[in-house]
């Protein structure tokens, strides 16, 4: 009785054993074989959208840095109608970035910019303001904490809009006017 086996050294032999018998190997390969050809058509549309979502938010974090500016970047009666651009970006708010589109507490906001500015009703309204927007920017930051759950309460936008037309008020007061677009002067 002879027990010796044939164990032929070709390709195709070795091969058969293998699929008969596979090591860890084998399997891992075939595994990342398959989800390379299930997975494939699908990679480029991800790559697309990667792409998209990364530029998105590079211009997005772009207009961030250009929104927060210190109040020697700004005159007094420049400051109304940035606070009133980061209240509308707030209420209009579609995702995260844009509900926390600037820090109340830093730039224009900042205390120490702030006591830069001439004694009056408005620098009182302004500093004022600040602290509103920041405290309604915190309170309501947990409904719009995810981008695809972003639904600003109208309690917050009335808040808003409250806080804003109280600057508003204080900046006619002081006798500041906003400057009139192209459309708005007419032809004389």
């Not at 390379?36 to 207009?63: C, D, H, M, N, Q």
């Not at 970035?97 to 620098?123: H, I, M, T």
């Not at 639904?151 to 008020?169: G, T």
Request: hydrophobic share 45%; net charge negative; with cysteine.
């Amino acid at each position: 009785m002879d027990l010796s086996f044939d164990n032929s050294q070709s390709r195709t032999a070795r091969f058969r054993r293998e699929l008969r018998n596979p090591s860890m190997l084998t399997i891992i390969l075939i595994l990342i074989v398959i989800a390379v050809v299930v997975l494939g058509p699908f990679v480029p549309g991800w790559v697309s959208t990667t792409r998209g979502s990364l530029e998105a938010i590079a211009k997005k974090k772009e207009l961030n840095e250009a929104g927060i500016l210190s109040l020697g970047a700004i005159v007094p009666s420049q400051i109304t109608p940035w606070l009133n651009h980061q209240v509308n970006t707030m209420i209009d708010a579609q995702g995260p970035l844009d509900w926390k589109v600037v820090s109340f507490r830093s730039g224009a906001c900042l205390g120490e910019n702030l006591s830069q500015l001439p004694a009056s009703k408005y620098s009182t309204a302004i500093i004022t303001a600040c602290d509103e927007l920041d405290d309604i920017q915190q309170q309501y930051s947990g409904s719009c904490f995810l981008a695809s759950d972003c639904n600003v309460p109208e309690i917050a936008k009335e808040e808003l809009r409250a806080a804003m037309s109280r600057v508003w008020s204080e900046f006619s007061d002081a006798g500041f006017v906003l400057p009139y677009e192209v459309l708005e002067q007419g032809l004389p």
